[in-house]
């Protein structure tokens, strides 16, 4: 994601090709805005807005039971709004503020402190940067929900998810995008793979374990209560997704189409793979296997979108389609844990395959950009097996941690009675469905 | 009078109604049931979790019926409700001792 | 909205740094089309239309009871269908159509007379300047529609829906918008706080209270059928709106970022307002209040979301969030009107209370892009008051009169045998769910 | 569709300006990107996918009874996958790969192969020109999903799709717009009028014929199961298919402008058609009605849109309005077929009016752009019907070959118990809803 | 004991069961059914296809009473249940032998 | 024959038919119902509007035995609907006069 340094002469290619004439010109132009780039960007944060209300929470609450449906979205909701205060608050400053030793950005940024119209970041307005990751600081622990719905007490839900996007994710985001210490390193991270991905998929699972099972599970049957409105969440999400990576380019330009066209290729690679897989091994494909493969492909498609080729972004999917569809299907049955909606099973380990193999599809002998010079094949999967690892052991302790505080402060779980009754009811007074 | 129950399979309820027509049956009430019985359910499977459903979707019939037409009825029932296969379902007779018109407020044979 | 005199150097600063230097080209390039902001322009289009189909029609079907969903959502698209006849027809050129003593436009422009693919309005097609604002014009009478829901006829929606984006809309978007005497007078209203919301709003109340309460109400439960799809509809308008107020700059620049910005920040905060305002008062928190209030936060900072900074976006969702809540949950029952889905309560308040506090925050001392020459910040909120005031009043006698006629014509409301039916058999044949 | 040889001049007029003055300057920026024309062709992919998944898929499951909505669904998406990866592999090669003899592309670019994201097709990347024209590739297949829906065997469905995209779309799709025959013959088909919907409508049709009716068809009711959700996909679809029409242009400027200005004023004026139609026939209208007119006038603009003015395209959309309205209230029932949703008797038929009118409407005497030098009206309309006629025996010949061949080897069609219990549990081992 | 079984317009729930309130019922069991009767239906239409739906919603009550109580509890639903138009529907009786609490084991007239 | 009709908490629909089907039972129909007792149900609030809903979701099954297995099917729901918390619900034991089976014809104890 993100190349800060685009000239106007890149950007605006016929411009460019103008100004290579006048040279005179060129000063002046530097950091000028160009409306194309920016018409894209904006377009890019409300695809990304729109992946997770409302297509994030339709893919939940549609896998949810119904006494549990208005839960899952409220939280996705609360969650977009939370965030949101505190990314105008500190958030921004602290993830893209000016970097201070590699660990996180100063906070002269707070309050949106010197953002006005006309500031400029790269070539589009900074606020649509600050806009457009606001978008990714928002799906990530949207995501995380996945992994403990149907128990989280709202308030404990709060305290959680502007604690986690404060320590866990605003360090992450700035290590990789805002100059910290794993882009340094040479982490590829092209939209987000391990900042998003492995982050909320890790959380997830942290959460998923702290919290316990559900309830009767696995005994009880839960199941899906709305998988149409899963399918439309699935169609949103690959939609959104065009925003999310196609807009890490941060620029209306071939690396954003090349981007574009491999998010596709990954996401029905993978989902064709864990289709057949389901086929091969229980008879018959099903809407929601077809569906949770794609959204596989995308996890793992987002880090390599920038630096892939199409073959690539094949291989890539259908890696995605089969690890995830073990870590759904066998892992978690054999593990015994209870992430609800395969938060972790999904975005976790998608995006770990994903972050891997952009260290290997990224080599221009496969198809890709080229790896950085002199940094080797095997180098960059080392590197990206580095980028992933922190990410991990940091995120998990840190998450740990936090939802132990809470725990011991309030709770984390809503009562058994609360559980039995529904979320909707219990904690909302309302039910998402009357249709009778 | 007695109160004719009937448990059928849910695609045959216009046979079933059209046949109780013919004998002189006006009114129905009908609820949506789930039957378990000897016909095997269906198996659902998400991402792996394999449900094993055994109840099947069924229909159930009410029908308040003079003395002199329940043969009739039972007999329009078994004819126009039958597959031939396990689970087309089950017919109970039971007695009533009143049947009240809430409109008019008549009672007995007419109020049916 | 619509700054009209944008030049090309301020549309296309890259070309403008270069046409600086070359005089001579200025000429020639002047009323040139910029593809980027036309860009935009066209998926702004678009986003507006997505909010009141499928958007509005959503977050409306969701709360009216089951048997009524469907009326709704036709009501919303025959809406769609109309206004969009009629603005081909006379409504453009009445709105937007060269002044007439700052009353009207003349309808030069009449059965889009003129208007080719060749046309420029400022650096964009005219085309697609009409369409973007036809968009507003469909959306407007749409929101209208909450306010008597589950109880008008059909064919009285088509002919006071007809009659009165002619003779309230119309006038009233030339007034603030078209080059008219509002406009003249200094009213901001970036988006359309006044021109849609307040508008809006009012026709509702109006009309709520001319057709009085739908049967049972207030003492039989009502309740909303499927807020599932309200969340859905809250989220699709929240994307949605960044198309409406990002968009009514008319370019892809900084003026768009930093509405777009606001335009979440304000969101975030009212929706939280008024969860937080729920739970106190309640106990707890629901979904339906989070997306309430958020869409009344859309509301409020849609007259301001061009003159606004983020502190004051803020400020104003907390406003917003504060007394549309206390207008749908409190004044509402207290005056014993029936606006079925709170098209006053959220929309006219929330759109005065942005009028007024545009008024306020665009202040330059409030972190504003500031105020007109010589404007003080009260001056500006008097101004604001006549607008809102001038929009009022008009709007309300007119549509009183509207429905006066109409219901003397052919008579406003459904029987009571249709609305205890239900308006989707009764009206129209059909039913929105046969689930089993 | 489709303006290849678009300039530098045409598509950047702002820069093309400057240019004029400094001529030197043409060569070189001849073939540079636009990031406007990109921004909006990115944004327009998204769109077109959009309206299939979740749009069509939305709109599908709708009107199938409920224990088919799932497989409807799944088809549309299983469509996204397969024709994504065929398109990888060879389709975007034999559409719009170098042609030979005006018959086929070759196969050079088969695998993408030399294509990065340096390569540029008119003003945009290649990538993004190659994915536009996938989501056409994509949502052709999928309409025809509605014609045999709620009978096909899914495996049927794969071979049926895949071999379906490879000998019916790929070539008449290069016959039209990849430089083919057609097009040299100066058929008009700016978005698929012909490509898309007639091609579309005619397998559909065929398929309907070879599979045979429904059991229970018509004797036993077939309602519709959540029409809520059909209106909610009939919105998306609209909105999505700015993106088809406007994106067609392959830029941001006028024709785009105009281009999406006629489809919102045809459709408007089709759905309302079609609404007082069923008004006048049976007393009431229907959302179903008022939607699927509204589908009807989107076809049937669709290969007009790029060349037609506002009357015309009204013209257009009351035509296709009446037209569709009889072929699926009167004609279906009077020959007997059992097009499940009507995807003949919308697309095939509405996309066949459309073409038709094609050639009446872009003559400049009624509003449009104007016919080729030399082109009367009479002589284009007959054009237009070549291209129409050669499709439609072209598409019915091969539809039915593949169809037969596809039964005998595997058969087409689910067991009369499968459909008895419904595809979604018979062959998927799913249900769409457990909302209880 | 009796099971007095009612069939009423949904839209008549609230009535009668504040009337059977009254009377010091306080229990019920309630179940959406289909009625089909001399009341007529009402008609849907999908692109053309006509569909007559002679069934209408109604709810049935289930109340088990004290024979002592069974004469008020009928007139309490005739009279809270009538609109005086067709379909208002029917009230039966019929006999139960047994009646048992769950939660207590509790048996008869106590467990009611 | 007797009817047995039971009124149980959802979440016990499984562990009363386990229970039953250890007893010999090999045919329920069960209907979801509302009901409506000493067990108070819950409020709903939507936008400052409260309704108090005091139906609550139950489980209604109907099992038609013979003679002789009635006190062990009544001991079975008994035992496995119990939670000791108010709500439980209730067991109706009336009397069948005919049973019955739809593909056969079968009558008697034998349709069941
Ligand atoms: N003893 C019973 N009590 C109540 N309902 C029963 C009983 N036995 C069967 N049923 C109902 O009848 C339906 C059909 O019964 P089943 O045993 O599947 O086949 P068949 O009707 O052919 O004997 C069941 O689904 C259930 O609803
Ligand atoms: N013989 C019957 N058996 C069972 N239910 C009946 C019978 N007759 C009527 N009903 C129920 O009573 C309802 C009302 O009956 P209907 O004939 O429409 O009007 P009314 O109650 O005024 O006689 C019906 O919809 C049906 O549910
Ligand atoms: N008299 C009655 N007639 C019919 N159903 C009843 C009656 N009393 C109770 N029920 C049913 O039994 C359920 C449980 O009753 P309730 O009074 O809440 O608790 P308990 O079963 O512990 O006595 C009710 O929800 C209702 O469905």
């Known amino acids: ?436 | 009078m007695k109160l004719v129950t009937a448990i059928i399979k849910p695609f045959k309820l216009d046979d079933v109604r059209a046949a109780l027509h013919e004998v002189g049956v006006n009114g129905i009430t009908v609820t949506e049931v789930r039957g378990f019985g000897r016909q095997k359910g269906h198996t659902e499977l998400y991402r792996g979790a394999e449900y094993n459903v055994d109840f099947l979707p069924k229909i159930k019939l009410e029908i308040a019926v003079t003395t002199e037409l329940l043969e009739l009825v039972v007999e329009a029932i078994t004819r126009s409700a039958t597959t031939g296969k396990i689970g087309d379902g089950k017919i109970f007779v039971s007695s009533l001792e009143q049947v009240i018109r809430i409109r008019t407020g008549e009672t007995g044979a007419q109020a049916i």
């Not at chain 1, 900074?126 to 403990?148: C, K, R, W």
């Not at chain 1, 309830?215 to 399918?231: A, D």
């Open chain 1, 1 to 436: 994601m993100m190349r800060m340094e685009k000239t106007v002469a890149g950007a605006c290619v016929c411009v460019g090709a103008v100004l290579l004439i006048f040279a005179p010109g060129m000063a002046l132009a530097q950091d000028a805005l160009s409306p194309g780039d920016t018409a894209w960007m904006l377009t890019s944060t409300a695809l990304v807005l729109f992946m997770t209300i409302p297509g994030l929470s339709l893919f939940y609450a549609g896998m949810v039971r119904a006494k549990n449906a208005l839960s899952v979205m409220m939280q996705c909701f609360v969650i977009t709004c939370v965030v949101t205060l505190l990314w105008v608050f500190y958030l921004y400053a602290l993830a893209f503020g000016d970097d201070v030793n590699g660990i996180i950005g100063n906070l002269d940024k707070a309050f949106m402190a010197g953002i006005s119209k006309d500031s400029i970041k790269g070539v589009i307005p900074e606020t649509v940067f600050s806009m457009f990751q606001l978008t990714f600081a928002i799906i990530t622990p949207a995501l995380v929900v996945g992994a403990f719905a149907e128990r989280m007490k709202f308030s404990a839900l709060l305290w959680f998810m502007a604690l986690w996007v404060t320590f866990v994710y605003a360090p992450v985001a700035h290590w990789v995008w805002g100059g910290g210490w794993l882009g340094q390193l040479g982490v590829l991270d092209f939209a987000g793979g391990t900042v998003v991905h492995i982050n909320a998929g890790v959380a997830g699972l942290v959460a998923a374990l702290v919290m316990g099972k559900r309830n009767g599970y696995p005994q009880h049957p839960m199941k899906p209560s709305n998988l149409v409105l899963t399918m439309v969440g699935a169609g949103m999400l690959w939609v959104g997704w065009f925003g999310f990576n196609a807009g890490s380019e941060l620029a209306a330009d071939g690396v954003a189409g090349m981007a574009m066209a491999v998010t596709q290729f990954a996401t029905a690679a993978a989902a064709l793979t864990w289709m057949f897989l389901e086929w091969m091994r229980y008879g018959k494909p099903s809407a929601l296997g077809l569906a949770s493969g794609a959204v596989a492909g995308l996890v793992a498609i987002t880090p390599a979108s920038g630096y892939v080729g199409p073959m690539g972004a094949i291989a890539i999917g259908i890696a995605a389609g089969l690890i995830c569809y073990f870590a759904v299907v066998k892992a978690k049955r054999a593990f015994g844990y209870d992430d609800s909606l395969d938060a972790f099973g999904v975005h976790g380990v998608g995006g770990f395959v994903g972050a891997i193999l952009t260290g290997v599809f990224a080599d221009s002998s496969l198809g890709g950009v080229g790896l950085k010079e002199g940094v080797s094949m095997g180098g960059q999967v080392m590197t990206q097996l580095a980028g992933a690892g922190v990410t991990i052991v940091y995120c998990a302790a840190v998450s740990f941690v936090l939802l132990k505080l809470i725990d011991a402060a309030i709770g984390l779980r809503a009562t058994a009675e609360q559980e039995q009754e529904g979320l909707d009811l219990a904690l909302h007074d309302e039910r998402g469905y009357n249709l009778t």
